[in-house]
């Protein structure tokens, strides 16, 4: 191609180009980072899209890998419910508050089963991801969240046979129920908020893995779940809400069995709990993102 | 200022030795904890340098690029080369923003496309119909963007009727191109490629290469990594030669791309191939040779010098018919002519005599251009090539600067033959008067 051509099909080029050169196009800087970086939740926003077909991908692949699908959905906390049902209700005679034991131990492990698999999810996404953080960029904070988000599809089939439970034994939910979204919303911020702390810290320690393990069995027997919280002496009921989980075990029994009274005390540490959990974890995870396809 | 697309100053990437594979594990961190005091006490007791120099001074770095600077306008295509490991792919990632620079600034006006492989977190599992979706989506589209380009994209695949089956079942071939109609169709500003072209049967390769043509004749800013020199050279308008880390050469593709291959391959003008021949190898070569026909032993062959290229074999097997053939190529990888000896008659259906054969063929001088020139040899049993021998030889050819008259641009062509000319005067237009003195 000689000089004079070469510029006039550029010209005709730029004619037609849907690249409008003269709006403002988003500038990136690279440069050697410097210790904390904020959050940049708007960019977040920008990959929702990415983060929906992440979630949506989790769901699916792990449906079709299965031969049961989405009945280990109801499978899990089912049997788990039997077992509580037949060694804590039955054998031990641990008080479940006035309502029958099982959907008492029920409606408790809806909540938790998806706290142990989102946190589980999680905690080994990024280093299961480790192809796609070392060939593409997006915020990494997509992938933990995805994790967590795709377990809510296996809460709301266990959560479809806690309604049909509740019909059966014949109980209504109160009022109280329209609580029931901010409790989920409670028990996905402690999974997010754990998980992007364990994720980030599994792509440099490999160990996490275990301790992750090890972590949920421990988690169970701290949680209110085979056991009313009453059992905690009142004066330790607060402290008792350190662990988040307390606070969603006991809003969702309050929120569907109408038990008791509002957990307030310990609500209120449960809350700010995640809080500072979540927050710390997402800026320890922008912090140590950066290393991410370097280490993993 | 507002038409650049990529400014790049002085960046650099260290890494550790070993880095990328070992873990840490928990376990090592405590010991290193636990052990730090001691070491740190010793380390003062030495005098060493500072906690974060010990590294460096151990030599447990790597500088995987170094000082790295160039500016990239809107609508250009860079091509970058080098070999492995010169710090490519390092140089990608972080314009992609996967891994950051430890050292310089870069910025970027634009989206960025990249693609440092194709099919990025397809999943086995899915159809190809939902594979493109996320897949699309990794690479940063909308899904409004994959709606519309949807079919487009299952054409230029050419897996219509396969888009609802998993991946899985596919042949190789056709997840290749799913994957890369997928990253074709991806419209950002800035297009970061990497090697991308190396998939799929020729054909698609063909394909492939006609869309990145259009990519980067559409006005996108581009920048192409790929160790097709002649892809490079057809769609780069300019050319980064990477080496060690460093930029080793800049500028016009045409340039930087011969300077490139005559660093790669040493050119000589003799090749032996060692060994005593035996009777049991029937056929073997000796020797390969570029001989400047005037007899002085002297190099460097320019345009005008006539050569004969001289290759010995040794031919042990009575019943043979040996002869050999040879092709020259330049530095483009253009096949310059395919030659062999013309028909002897004296040889007809005669076997060679046994011992070390010699052939010669004279090659005139004005006739090669300037440049690299490599000779892919072949000699022939019985009229089937019983030993191939690419890049028997490789030389360069030299310029002079007589007929430049000043201009030192690439002369252009795959030859440069010195023909006959003749000017003469065929009709003069009729003096008038006063004007002619």
């Known amino acids: 191609m000689t000089a004079p051509e070469q510029a006039t099909s550029r010209i005709s080029v730029d004619a037609h180009n849907d690249i409008p050169m003269t709006a403002a196009l988003p500038v990136t800087i690279l440069r050697p980072s410097r210790g904390w970086v904020p959050l940049n939740l708007r960019e977040m926003w920008e990959y929702r899209e990415l983060l929906y077909f992440l979630a949506w991908r989790d769901i699916k692949v792990r449906y079709k890998q299965t031969v049961l699908g989405a009945a280990w959905a109801i499978i899990q906390p089912f049997f788990t419910m039997v077992v509580f049902s037949i ?16 959907i008492f131990a029920y409606s408790a492990l809806v909540p938790w089963m998806y706290f142990a698999n989102a946190l589980t999810q999680a905690s080994n996404s990024l280093v299961g991801q480790e192809h796609m953080i070392t060939k593409v960029y997006f915020p990494r904070l997509i992938i933990p969240m995805a994790s967590v988000l795709a377990g809510l599809v296996d809460f709301a089939i266990s959560f479809a046979v806690l309604v049909g439970m509740m019909l059966f034994y014949g109980i209504m939910p109160m009022a109280a129920i329209w609580t029931l979204p901010l409790f989920i919303l409670l028990a996905t911020a402690t999974a997010l908020g754990v998980g992007v702390w364990l994720s980030a810290l599994n792509v440099q320690y490999r160990d996490v893995r275990y301790v ?3 972590l949920v069995q421990f988690w169970l027997f701290a949680t209110p779940i085979a056991y009313p919280s009453s059992l905690v002496p009142e004066r330790w009921r607060a402290i008792y809400g350190l662990n988040p989980m307390a606070g969603v075990v006991e809003g969702f029994r309050w929120a569907l069995l109408g038990q008791a009274q509002a957990p307030g005390p310990l609500l209120v540490v449960s809350v700010l709990t995640v809080i500072g ?7 320890f995870f922008r912090r140590m993102e950066e290393t991410f396809a370097d280490v993993v | 200022m507002n038409d650049i697309a990529v400014r790049i100053e002085g ?4 890494y550790r030795i070993g880095q990328r594979e070992s873990y840490k594990t928990l376990r090592d961190t405590l010991t290193n904890a636990v052990g730090a005091p001691f070491r740190r006490l010793s380390s ?61 600034y870069a910025e970027i006006h634009g989206r960025v496309g990249s693609l440092l492989e194709v099919g990025t977190g397809f999943n086995p599992e899915l159809t190809g119909r939902e594979n493109i979706y996320l897949n699309g989506a990794v690479l940063g589209m909308k899904k409004a963007e994959i709606d519309r380009k949807f079919d487009e994209i299952v054409a230029f695949a050419e897996v219509e009727q396969f888009i609802d089956t998993p991946v899985k079942r596919y042949s190789s071939g056709m997840y ?13 500003e800035i297009l970061i490629v990497d090697e991308v072209l190396a998939v799929g049967d020729a054909e698609f390769q063909k394909k492939c290469l006609g869309k990145m043509g259009d990519v980067a004749k559409g006005g996108r800013t581009v920048l192409f990594v790929s160790h097709n020199l002649l892809a490079i050279e057809n769609l780069c308008e300019q050319v980064i030669w990477l080496k060690n880390g460093e930029i080793a050469r800049q500028g016009s593709p045409g340039q930087v791309i011969s300077n490139y291959l005559q660093s790669s391959i040493s050119p000589s003008t003799e090749r032996v191939w060692s060994g005593l021949a035996t009777a049991r190898e029937k056929i073997r070569l000796q020797c390969v040779r570029l001989r400047p026909s005037d007899g002085t032993a002297s190099v460097p062959i320019t345009v005008h010098t006539a050569f004969a290229l001289e290759f010995e074999y040794w031919n042990f097997d009575p019943t043979a018919y040996v002869s050999v053939s040879f092709c020259m190529y330049n530095e483009h990888d253009i096949l310059l002519f395919d030659i062999c000896p013309p028909f002897d008659p004296d040889w007809r259906q005669k076997p060679s005599p046994i011992g070390l054969l010699r052939s010669i063929c004279h090659i005139p001088g004005d006739f090669l251009n300037d ?32 007929e430049r008259a000043g201009w030192y641009g690439e002369w252009p062509g795959a030859i440069r033959p010195m023909l006959t000319w003749e000017t003469n005067l065929s009709l003069s237009p009729r003096p008038t008067t006063g004007d002619v003195v």
């Open chain 2, 44 to 104: 003062i007791a030495r005098r060493s340098s500072a906690d974060n120099q010990r590294g460096v001074a151990r030599g447990e770095y790597i500088w995987a690029l170094r000082d790295i600077s160039f500016d990239l306008k809107h609508g250009e295509v860079l091509g970058v080369i080098g070999r492995n490991g010169a710090g490519k792919s390092t140089l990608l990632k972080i314009l992609s923003r996967i891994t950051r620079p430890t050292e310089g």
């Open chain 1, 87 to 102: 060694f804590f209700g039955e054998l031990a005679g641990i008080p479940s508050g006035g309502v029958p034991y099982p």
């Open chain 2, 371 to 402: 440049g690299l020139h490599r000779v892919d040899l072949i000699i022939l049993r019985n009229h089937v090539p019983v030993i191939l021998e690419p890049q028997a030889l490789v030389f360069h050819i030299q310029d002079t600067l007589e």
């Open chain 2, 11 to 14: 960046v650099g990437k260290r």
């Open chain 1, 277 to 283: 959990v979540l927050t710390s974890g997402l800026y």
């Open chain 2, 176 to 188: 290749m191109r799913l994957a890369f109609a997928v990253a074709a169709h991806l419209e950002p």
């Open chain 1, 212 to 214: 992750v393990h090890f």
